[in-house]
């Protein structure tokens, strides 16, 4: 019996997934609980071509980007290779480009960490940063709102070891961006800065990153 990891593989033999891959317009129909497997062997086939699975909510979003994930190889123990053991070489990316949870001229923010989660994608299918991910999912919500200039009103700020740096300018340059100065960095959009340790939560980023001064240079 084939372990669930090594079924995406199955697909590579059946005619009707390999007849249409690559076919502009054509049409799959598959059942709700199959989709994910598919969408994974499909990709397989693919060649690590970039994919778009579209949703119609978020939820569905965010549930179809696990399942998939699973079948990839980015959670749990990953895809089999030839004999039937995990491939890590074969595992695909997989990210959620999220919709806004506010409706223009609301007299409410969006989300921190979905203006982050968007950005961050932005970025990579844009080619800056990380390397893309092979599968986007998206609802189509997500798809219908329009994007602002991103590239040019978001730029990143980078920071190096060994790079000489002032403090107050790099305050300046992130509040511009949105970020709040804070006693303590607790949520995504925070900075901190105690004595030559600035503490920062990239709205992009899981954890807060510290930057530790010696003098006007960086340490790490």
């Known amino acids: ?3 669930l990891r090594s079924l995406p593989a199955l697909l590579r033999n059946e005619p009707a997934l390999t007849r249409v891959v690559g076919v502009p317009g054509a049409t ?3 059942a709700s609980p199959a989709q994910a497997f598919v969408a994974s062997g499909i990709l397989r086939l693919s060649e690590r071509r970039p994919m778009l699975l579209v949703t119609a909510t978020g939820s569905t979003a965010e549930q179809l980007a696990h399942d998939v994930a699973v079948f990839a190889g980015s959670v749990g123990p990953g895809l089999a290779g030839a004999d039937g053991g995990p491939d ?9 480009f999220p919709a806004w949870e506010t409706l223009p001229f609301e007299r409410v ?3 921190v960490g979905t203006m982050g989660r968007r950005l961050r994608l932005l970025w990579q299918l844009g080619g800056e940063g990380a390397a893309p991910p092979d599968v986007v999912v998206a609802p189509v919500k997500a798809l219908l709102q329009r994007l602002g200039p991103w590239r040019t009103a978001a730029r990143p700020v980078a920071v190096a070891k060994g790079q000489r740096l002032e403090v107050e300018g790099l305050v300046e340059t992130l509040v511009a961006a949105g970020y709040r100065r804070e006693p303590l960095v607790e949520h995504r959009g925070e900075l901190a800065v105690r004595g030559g340790i600035v503490d920062v939560f990239p709205s992009t980023g899981d954890v807060p990153v510290r930057i530790d001064l010696w003098g006007d240079e960086v340490d790490r």
């Open 1 to 3: 019996m084939p372990s």
């Open 28 to 30: 799959l129909a598959v």
């Open 88 to 96: 890590p070489a074969a595992a695909r990316t997989v990210e959620v």
């Open 109 to 111: 923010s969006p989300d």
